[in-house]
């Protein structure tokens, strides 16, 4: 299974997710194969490491954002992922105007397997204040978990599998 996370500029809310995507799954998953990467739909802040705000939030809690740096999604993302996970409705539409339509039920938003979180996007924390940060940490540890049952139970592209 290859999850590509997206957000717009791959330096807050989709390296989060991979990270804590891959520090979540290597405990809950370890029997599966899953390649896990993330991209952004903007290319302001491509080659650049996460944001620090972001970085620190993260290590916080115990996630390793060091290594990672940012890219844009590119047309082979489409090919090569089972799963491409928006942070928000906004690089939905972009990730579906881009995509082969054949491709395009392998996207969906992230918060789709935290449907308790009672929100369905990410907020992009970019502007705003250090409990921006936090949040975001908080709804993708949620949606982490909501995947990583969703795929237990071999319904990844279902969040019924979260439930
Ligand atoms: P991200 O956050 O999409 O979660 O990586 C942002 C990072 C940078 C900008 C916007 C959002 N920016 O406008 O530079």
Known sequence: ?????????????????????????????????????????????????????????????????????ARMVEPEDFERFDLILAMDRQNLRTLERRAPVQVRERIRLFLDYAPEAGETEVPDPYYGGANGFEHVLDLIEAASRGLCAALRSGQPSSAEGAR
């Open 1 to 69: 299974m290859k999850i590509l996370f997206v957000c717009l500029g791959n330096i807050c809310r989709s390296p989060t997710a991979e990270a804590v995507f891959r520090t979540i799954a290597a405990r809950e998953l370890a029997d599966h194969e899953l390649t896990i990467d993330s991209a952004g739909t903007a290319g302001y802040h491509v080659g650049e490491p996460p944001d620090r705000r972001t970085s620190e939030a993260a290590a916080r809690r115990g996630y390793d954002l060091s290594g990672l740096r």
